[in-house]
């Protein structure tokens, strides 16, 4: 019982976390900005928004249960740094959808992205994007 008081107390001295916060608030632009843009491009699939929903809330949960298991042995820090991995997977997944909408981004900033998309679906060999919400 004590071990468990411990963790509530943990939890409510270290959660949740600035990037954890940054990580719900992409997670919920993403979701908004992937609706939009299936809406805009008539790609809309209830199956696929529901399993895109599913992923997001993955993404959500699993920081949210295991993190203060991770904090109580000693390695929040490293439970950061996965928060911020998924910060910057979410943020690239925003971006993509902002683009894909047509709202206002620099043309130089696009070009970068759109060329560090090609040359890693050159590295890996990937070119199918129906997997991506």
């Excluded at 919920?28 to 199956?47: E, I, M, P, Q, W």
């Excluded at 529901?50 to 997001?56: D, F, Q, S």
Aim: no cysteine; charged share 15%; proline share 3%.
């Amino acid at each position: 019982m004590k071990a468990f008081e411990m963790m509530i107390k943990l939890f409510e001295q270290s959660w949740p976390t600035k990037y954890y916060l940054l990580l719900v608030a992409l997670v919920f632009a993403d979701l908004v900005l992937g609706f939009g843009r299936a809406v805009v491009l008539h790609k809309f699939n209830s199956t696929i928004g529901l399993v895109g929903i599913i992923k997001h809330v993955m993404i959500l949960l699993i920081p949210f249960m295991l993190y203060p298991f991770v904090a109580a042995i000693g390695y929040s820090g490293v439970a950061d740094g996965i928060i911020l991995f998924l910060v910057m997977s979410q943020g690239g997944s925003v971006l993509e959808n902002w683009v894909a909408l047509g709202l206002p981004f620099k043309a130089e900033w696009k070009n970068f992205f759109d060329d560090q998309k090609l040359a890693q679906k050159t590295q890996y060999g990937s070119t199918d994007e129906s997997n991506h919400q």
